[in-house]
């Protein structure tokens, strides 16, 4: 039969070795959010300057539009 200390050192044992699988799990689930966070803030920041390269063509074309039809 096991002394007392073998087997508090077997549950000691058994409770770290799921603690780490758990740490690791959770930083699994935490390094998965940081990147799918990232890239939807990237995606978001393409779609901003599409839209403001958009309207500067829109802009620049307006202007354009402007000096041809003016007769002055």
């Known amino acids: 039969m096991p002394s007392r200390l073998e087997l508090f050192k077997d549950v000691l ?3 770290v070795e799921s603690g780490a699988e758990r740490v690791g799990r ?3 689930v935490i390094t998965g959010a940081v990147r799918d966070v990232t890239r939807e803030v990237g995606g978001w920041a393409s779609d901003v300057f599409e839209v ?3 309207a500067q063509k829109a802009e620049s074309g307006k202007g354009k539009a402007a000096a041809e039809t003016d007769p002055d």
């Open 13 to 15: 044992q058994v409770a």
């Open 26 to 28: 959770v930083t699994g």
């Open 52 to 54: 403001v390269e958009a």
